[in-house]
Each structure stands twice: as structure tokens, then as C-alpha cells.
């Protein structure tokens, strides 16, 4: 295994070690269509109020391990041990077993599908709302699932960091615009960092996707003006430095609704 490769994978194990003490941390693997599993992260809260499906940006795959370790990071894994200070149960997926990425996959109703399946394995854990987070391209993830499946989906959806563009048409990039907004009727929330340089997350975007949110039950929004240094889609994208600022926020809103 190459060193940079080796020292990701600790630095992000050692980052969920914190959950031991305050939640039920599990690798599970579940059946979600015929011939198709998802492994995902669950960590239970103690008492929780609410439950979320928590989906990464970039492609969506995680490479998560049965040992709990990943072979890709994202604002996601920081933001599992932060949920769950607030009682809040997360589980975090990988791209399913018949996929490599979750690359023109985001916005079909096999996705869709998948995300009942996990939301399931929520409420059984916990009779507590199941909401829907997505970050960057994780926001397609979100969208689709809460639009496609109306009533059957989750209880609300929130948008961190959202893709709303594709620089160049790249493939990498998965707009929220991808799915029909206007179909999703549940309360919403919008996360974004004013200062975001990420050409596929311009803060511009937010207004964009505001207006398309016509049938939402409740639509509100954080902007965010702070952040740690990086890559133009690391630091202030990813929200680095205000992490758990941003979490408490997203999380008191959950609670709220």
C-alpha cells in the first residue's frame, strides 16, 4: 500500500475513534435490489432524536473497509462523529455493489431505490425521522432520493455545498439540477460557504436552486463565511475549521422540524 495511501487511512480511522464513546459505530451490508448490496457506516446515537443518510461528494464511493476504514475522504466522515454529538444517528454509504462510482447514477430511480432500502434499516434501528444529507455532489444524492420517492422518501432533505454546475461538462461533476426540484415537497435546508471557489458550487447556485424549490414544504438557508485554507474545492468547500459549527446548525434545524 503506498504511504500517502497508508496515512489516509489512519488519519480517518483515528478521526471516527471519538464515536466509540458515544455511539454504536457498525460496517453493515444490506440487500437493496435483486443481486445488489450497499455497505455502509452506522452510528447510532444514544437516545437519538433524528437519523440521517448522510451522502458523500466526488464520485460517491468511499472504499469503506469492514474495519470502518476508508480509502477516500470527504467532509462526510468528519461530519459522522459530529451528528451524533448531537443525537443524531447517521449512516453513511458506499456506492453499491454493482457499481464503481456513483457517476450518472445519482438521479435514477435504482439510486432511489437503494436509499428506501437504507432508510428502512434506519427506522428499524430507531423510530425517529429519517432526513436525507447531501454534500456536493451528495446533493444529487439527496434531491433525487427525496423527489423520485415524494411521501415514501425521507422527512426532509438539506444541501451542503451543492453542485449546481459542470465546469467544461466534466463528468465528475453532478448538478442538483439534475433531478426535479420542484418535486420535492418536504422541508429543505440550504448550506453553503459564501466564499466557495469551487467552479461546480458556486454560491450563486444557491438562489438558483431556491427558485426551482416551489413545492417545499419549508425552505431555508445557512450561509456560511468562514472556512479553512485549501484546494479549490477543499478547504471552503468542505467547510474545514467551522465543521462543527456547521453541524450544530444543520443539526438544531433537523430538531427543529
Known amino acids: ?84 454529538q448531537q443525537g443524531i444517528s447517521v449512516l453513511l454509504p458506499d456506492v453499491p455493489s454493482d457499481r464503481s462510482t456513483l457517476n450518472k447514477f445519482r438521479n435514477t430511480e435504482e439510486h432511489a431505490q437503494d436509499n428506501a432500502a437504507l432508510m428502512a434499516f434506519l427506522k428499524q434501528q430507531a423510530n425517529v425521522p429519517v432526513w436525507a444529507i447531501g454534500h456536493s455532489n451528495g446533493a444529487l444524492s439527496a434531491a433525487a432520493f427525496s423527489a423520485l420517492l415524494q411521501d415514501k422518501g425521507p422527512h426532509g432533505v438539506v444541501l451542503m455545498s451543492a453542485t449546481t454546475k459542470a465546469p467544461f461538462n466534466i463528468s465528475s ?30 454560491y450563486t447556485g444557491v438562489a438558483l436552486i431556491t427558485v426551482e424549490l416551489k413545492s417545499a414544504k419549508k425552505v431555508a438557508h445557512f450561509p456560511i463565511e468562514a472556512g ?30
Not at 231 to 254: M, P, S, Y
Request: net charge neutral.
Open 1 to 84: 500500500m503506498p504511504f500517502a495511501r497508508c496515512l489516509l487511512l489512519i488519519s480517518i480511522f483515528l478521526g471516527l475513534l471519538p464515536l466509540a464513546s458515544q455511539a454504536q459505530v457498525e460496517v453493515k451490508e444490506i440487500k437493496t435490489r435483486p443481486d445488489v448490496t450497499v455497505r455502509f457506516l452506522y452510528a447510532k446515537a444514544e437516545n437519538p432524536v433524528a437519523s440521517v443518510i448522510l451522502f458523500a461528494g466526488g464520485f460517491g464511493t468511499l472504499g469503506l473497509f469492514p474495519n470502518g476504514t476508508m480509502r477516500y475522504e470527504s467532509y462526510t466522515p468528519t461530519a459522522v462523529s459530529l451528528f451524533v
Open 228 to 257: 479553512g485554507s485549501g484546494g479549490a474545492c477543499n478547504g471552503l468547500h468542505r467547510f474545514i475549521g467551522v465543521e462543527e459549527q456547521v453541524t450544530k446548525q444543520v443539526a438544531d434545524w433537523i430538531k427543529a422540524n
Open 173 to 202: 461533476a453532478h448538478p442538483v439540477f439534475l433531478t426535479p426540484l420542484d418535486q420535492i415537497k418536504m422541508p429543505v435546508l440550504i448550506v453553503h460557504n459564501t466564499l466557495d471557489p469551487c467552479p461546480a458550487n458556486p
